[in-house]
């Protein structure tokens, strides 16, 4: 028995070998999906896209002139596809600062408690850093642009947080490097100092190193480790950003375990905190944060044992990715010493 749990274990850390990027062009199956899944539970009627185009028109901040939005994409990416060289990532950083600028100006209020919801953005104009990060990565692949969406550890400055924010990532045409765009600031390349990302077969926290114009030229992994080439890392994959989306309506949930709408945290949110963080784990086995937060929730709802074994999975994972944050390492020393007693 304790093999196959030894066995069951290992097959949990182990990230698949194959997983791609998210592909989220705007008209695909999969970005209308998680929009329709928001506006489902929200109990909204019609579709994001034709709000989006919408939206577009009504904030007048056009590309290329075009007042249709499918038609301005379309056009870019003709006029990607034709250019060359420096004059392509031209066109990629241009067609990059459009949508920062877009989604900024179409979602004018930042939302920590809904803004991660499709809903939320076409009732309110409420964004979040992980819509505000899909809807860029959705532009850009529209336009026919490696983009995609990371998590940020260390932030501008260098501070460290648990995995705190998202940012849009896009790689230039030419190959040379890539770029964060992130709606939070107000300019649209920024240089967070540490990422996690999809590298060497697995989910890896790295630290970037820039070079001109805000651009990364490599990486290297956390905590003093070796360099990793450019070529072999790319954005989160589509389970990741479907299980974070469910990580955050766990954290947010109203009176879960950050006391959403009612200033406490009582039984029937928490148990709501938990139904979405135990699905987010079920779209990706390997998202550390909802792990750990669950762990929170286990503690909260006064289950001591639940809230060990928690810990002690997420940390398994953290260390697996590369980097342990400090919250984690304190959860830990608290799992070790309230099992030994």
């Known amino acids: 028995m304790s093999r196959l749990r030894s066995l069951a274990l290992l097959l949990a850390l ?3 070998a194959l997983a791609a990027p998210a592909s989220l062009p705007l008209t695909s199956g999969a970005f209308q999906t998680l929009g329709a899944e928001s506006y489902r539970r929200a109990g909204l009627s019609g579709s994001f896209t034709t709000w989006l185009a919408d939206a577009y028109r009504r904030q007048g901040v056009l590309l290329l002139g075009e007042p249709s939005l499918g038609r301005a994409l379309k056009r870019r990416r003709a ?3 034709l250019a060359t060289g420096a004059e392509r990532d031209r066109l990629a950083r241009d067609t990059a600062a459009w949508a920062h600028r877009f989604v900024k100006a179409a979602l004018p209020r930042f939302s920590l408690e809904r803004g991660f919801e499709f809903a ?3 009732r309110s104009g409420e964004r979040q850093c992980l819509l505000q990060s899909v ?3 959705g532009l850009l692949q529209e336009a026919g642009l490696q983009a995609g969406a990371v998590m940020v550890w260390r932030n501008l400055s260098g501070q460290e947080t648990n995995l705190g924010h ?4 896009l790689r230039l045409p030419s190959g040379h490097g890539d770029l964060l765009i992130d709606a939070s600031d107000p300019t649209p390349f920024v240089e967070h100092q540490g990422l996690l990302t999809w590298a060497d077969g697995g989910y890896r926290f790295l630290v970037p190193r820039y070079g001109a114009e805000q ?3 490599g990486y290297r ?4 480790g070796g360099p990793v080439a450019l070529s072999g890392v790319s954005a ?3 389970a990741y950003l479907r299980s974070q989306f469910d990580y955050y309506r766990g954290e947010r949930a109203p009176g879960g375990l950050l006391g959403t709408g009612v200033g406490r945290a009582t039984p029937a949110g928490l148990q709501g905190s938990e139904r979405w963080l135990q699905a987010a784990l079920r779209e990706n086995p390997h998202n550390a944060l909802a792990a750990y937060v669950l762990g929170h929730v286990y503690r909260k709802q006064g289950r001591p044992g639940a809230a060990r074994a928690q810990y002690l999975a997420a940390a398994k994972l953290y260390a697996a990715q590369g980097h342990t944050p400090r919250g984690v390492q304190d959860a830990l020393a608290w799992a070790r010493s309230a099992a030994s007693r």
């Open 135 to 137: 809807l860029i990565t």
């Open 215 to 217: 651009t990364i030229t």
């Open 236 to 238: 989160l994959d589509l």
């Open 120 to 122: 939320g953005a076409a």
């Open 221 to 224: 992994q956390a905590d003093g």
């Open 79 to 81: 006029q990607l596809l």
């Open 14 to 16: 182990a990230p698949a």
């Open 166 to 169: 998202v940012t849009a990532t």
